[in-house]
């Protein structure tokens, strides 16, 4: 017989400055390499409540392929400049800046499900990150379609000239980014 818990959960403590030990790994940002068929750059500027970018953060980001398959292959952290793993980390550079080569997923209303980790933070935050233009799959999507249009705007990046992907992630204030209950 398993006796009854006794202690209360603890709260979450505040998450970072980080430190590289034990999460940096080699082409860590590259879910994609970026000479292979199809990959983009996603990228874009982790801002805090008074709209000042954040040197420290962490962002995570995993998605399905172009064909809309979703890796199931294990070893995500290792990359062999071929293999699609789905999974991706980045730190912010000093200037707030994060980047991926990834490719765009495939799938109605396709998103990158994304997990921010800043300074000050007791918990991680999670997110999405759709990719713009296809205006009927977000209509009929469950999540976009319970938001109102600045909510909505929050979670969908903008395309770049070059073809590539942008969205910022704003933990509080004026276009805060909608986040997950997970």
């Known amino acids: 017989m398993i006796p009854p818990k006794t202690h209360r959960p603890t709260p979450g403590q505040t998450v970072g400055p980080f430190f590289a030990y034990g999460l940096e790994f080699p082409k860590q940002h590259e879910v994609a390499s970026p000479h292979s068929p199809g990959a983009i750059v996603l990228g874009g500027t982790v801002y805090d409540g008074a709209g000042a970018p954040i040197p420290d953060a962490l962002v995570e980001i995993f998605a399905a392929d172009a064909d809309g398959s979703v890796s199931r292959a294990r070893g995500a952290f290792r990359r062999d400049d071929h293999t699609f793993t789905g999974f991706g980390r980045a ?72 073809g590539h992907l942008h969205h910022d992630i704003r933990l509080q204030g004026e276009k805060e980014t909608v986040f997950l209950a997970f």
């Open 91 to 162: 730190f912010t550079n000093d200037e707030g800046h994060y980047e991926f080569w990834t490719r765009e997923p495939g799938g109605t209303a396709a998103f990158f499900a994304a997990i921010v980790f800043a300074r000050g933070l007791p918990n991680k935050l999670h997110t999405r990150i759709y990719v713009p233009g296809d205006d009927a799959a977000f209509a009929a999507d469950p999540l976009l379609s319970s938001l109102d249009a600045d909510e909505r705007a929050s979670l969908v990046a903008t395309r770049t000239p070059d």
